[in-house]
């Protein structure tokens, strides 16, 4: 199961393995099915799994699976759901893979309590090296002039960007230049530096609700002990992880800011994001806090997954003393000490040097 929100390159790993396994490959669209009724879409996958097991090998792709298989839905979906599971289980092949896509973890999960699907990949927002790469992967069908400092230069100020996101770019790039040479003979379409600068200014990642960054100067007016103390804290291990690694220390995994209302919290947390060049995520209490029984707990269980898809990211918890006061004093409801188990477990959870 590939799971990671829209636009990482989910349903382009499935088509790449699709050329690459043509002949092995059987496909399941969630958008076939639900377009035909219920008697036929139960037909069609008899028949799809008809031909896998008349084969020694076969791969089974199924994109958008959250559709197809969703935890609350009607009688069809669920229907269709059981049905697939039973026939996913009951595979002769002894060498049948299922590679499914979602663009989130809200889908039913019974299915993958079969003897097929085993494994769950979480995929991230592309690092700098991956965005580099990226760049240079589709610069090789398109018409520009840029270097290879330049394309440096554009993944480094393109924190965040997933696959789309960079194409996106690339493609507003091409567009600038025609508008900039529409009235001459002939139309150009070179993706040059200048272009590329200006439709970064004008794109925002799609993943990314918003940076939220400011200027590094700001961090440095801070006393130089202070500063000092959190840039070590914060890009310390990613600097420098054979240090810490040689001499087994563990890296930390939180900060706690305190002081009254004004006094720059949230303004160092921006600018530690900035000056180590990491993704940022705030939160409020109002976003996680909800009077729903267990609404809480999956809001901090996605706050987390989101991070971990975004990593290396700084996670901004603002006025946390209300959010997750001291154990035993949350009163009679209990939601307050639920939330703070919640994240106790997800920061147990929290991978070395990925999040903070």
């Given at each position: 199961?590939?799971?990671?929100?829209?636009?990482?390159?989910?349903?382009?790993?499935?088509?790449?393995?699709?050329?690459?396994?043509?002949?092995?490959?059987?496909?399941?669209?969630?958008?076939?099915?639900?377009?035909?009724?219920?008697?036929?879409?139960?037909?069609?996958?008899r028949q799809i799994f008809q031909r896998v097991n008349n084969r020694?090998?076969?791969?089974?792709?199924?994109?958008?699976?959250?559709?197809?298989?969703?935890?609350?839905?009607?009688?069809?979906?669920?229907?269709?759901?059981?049905?697939?599971?039973?026939?996913?289980?009951?595979?002769?092949?002894?060498?049948?893979?299922?590679?499914?896509?979602?663009?989130?973890?809200?889908?039913?999960?019974?299915?993958?309590?079969?003897?097929?699907?085993?494994?769950?990949?979480?995929?991230?927002?592309?690092?700098?090296?991956?965005?580099?790469?990226?760049?240079?992967?589709?610069?090789?069908?398109?018409?520009?002039?840029?270097?290879?400092?330049?394309?440096?230069?554009?993944?480094?100020?393109?924190?965040?960007?997933?696959?789309?996101?960079?194409?996106?770019?690339?493609?507003?790039?091409?567009?600038?230049?025609?508008?900039?040479?529409?009235?001459?003979?002939?139309?150009?379409?070179?993706?040059?530096?200048?272009?590329?600068?200006?439709?970064?200014?004008?794109?925002?990642?799609?993943?990314?609700?918003?940076?939220?960054?400011?200027?590094?100067?700001?961090?440095?007016?801070?006393?130089?002990?202070?500063?000092?103390?959190?840039?070590?804290?914060?890009?310390?291990?990613?600097?420098?992880?054979?240090?810490?690694?040689?001499?087994?220390?563990?890296?930390?995994?939180?900060?706690?800011?305190?002081?009254?209302?004004?006094?720059?919290?949230?303004?160092?947390?921006?600018?530690?994001?900035?000056?180590?060049?990491?993704?940022?995520?705030?939160?409020?209490?109002?976003?996680?806090?909800?009077?729903?029984?267990?609404?809480?707990?999956?809001?901090?269980?996605?706050l987390f997954v989101m991070a971990r898809v975004k990593s290396p990211?700084?996670?901004?918890?603002?006025?946390?003393?209300?959010?997750?006061?001291?154990?035993?004093?949350?009163?009679?409801?209990?939601?307050?000490?639920?939330?703070?188990?919640?994240?106790?477990?997800?920061?147990?959870?929290?991978?070395?040097?990925?999040?903070?």
């Amino acid at each position: 199961m590939l799971l990671g929100p829209s636009g990482l390159g989910k349903t382009l790993i499935l088509d790449i393995i699709a050329k690459e396994y043509d002949s092995l490959i059987e496909e399941i669209s969630w958008a076939s099915l639900y377009a035909k009724s219920l008697p036929e879409a139960k037909k069609e996958l008899r028949q799809i799994f008809q031909r896998v097991n008349n084969r020694d090998r076969s791969i089974i792709l199924i994109d958008d699976f959250q559709y197809l298989s969703p935890k609350v839905g009607d009688m069809e979906s669920h229907t269709i759901s059981k049905l697939l599971s039973s026939l996913i289980d009951n595979c002769i092949g002894n060498h049948v893979v299922v590679i499914a896509a979602a663009n989130s973890s809200d889908y039913d999960d019974t299915i993958l309590k079969g003897r097929s699907i085993l494994k769950e990949i979480n995929l991230k927002i592309p690092n700098l090296n991956d965005r580099e790469e990226i760049l240079n992967n589709i610069l090789v069908t398109k018409q520009h002039n840029l270097s290879a400092e330049e394309v440096k230069d554009i993944a480094v100020h393109s924190q965040g960007f997933s696959y789309r996101d960079l194409s996106d770019v690339l493609d507003d790039a091409e567009t600038i230049q025609a508008f900039r040479t529409q009235n001459h003979e002939n139309c150009d379409k070179t993706i040059t530096f200048y272009n590329v600068k200006k439709a970064l200014k004008l794109k925002k990642p799609s993943i990314v609700e918003s940076s939220m960054k400011i200027k590094e100067g700001v961090i440095w007016r801070m006393k130089p002990y202070k500063k000092e103390k959190l840039l070590e804290i914060v890009e310390g291990p990613l600097k420098y992880p054979e240090i810490y690694k040689q001499y087994d220390i563990p890296p930390s995994r939180g900060i706690l800011l305190y002081g009254p209302p004004g006094c720059s919290k949230t303004m160092i947390a921006k600018a530690l994001a900035t000056e180590c060049n990491l993704n940022f995520i705030s939160k409020n209490v109002s976003d996680i806090h909800n009077k729903y029984v267990g609404e809480s707990e999956k809001a901090v269980h996605g706050l987390f997954v989101m991070a971990r898809v975004k990593s290396p990211c700084i996670i901004f918890l603002d006025e946390i003393d209300a959010l997750a006061p001291g154990r035993g004093s949350s009163g009679g409801s209990g939601v307050e000490e639920r939330i703070v188990n919640t994240f106790l477990q997800e920061m147990d959870g929290i991978e070395e040097l990925g999040m903070c």
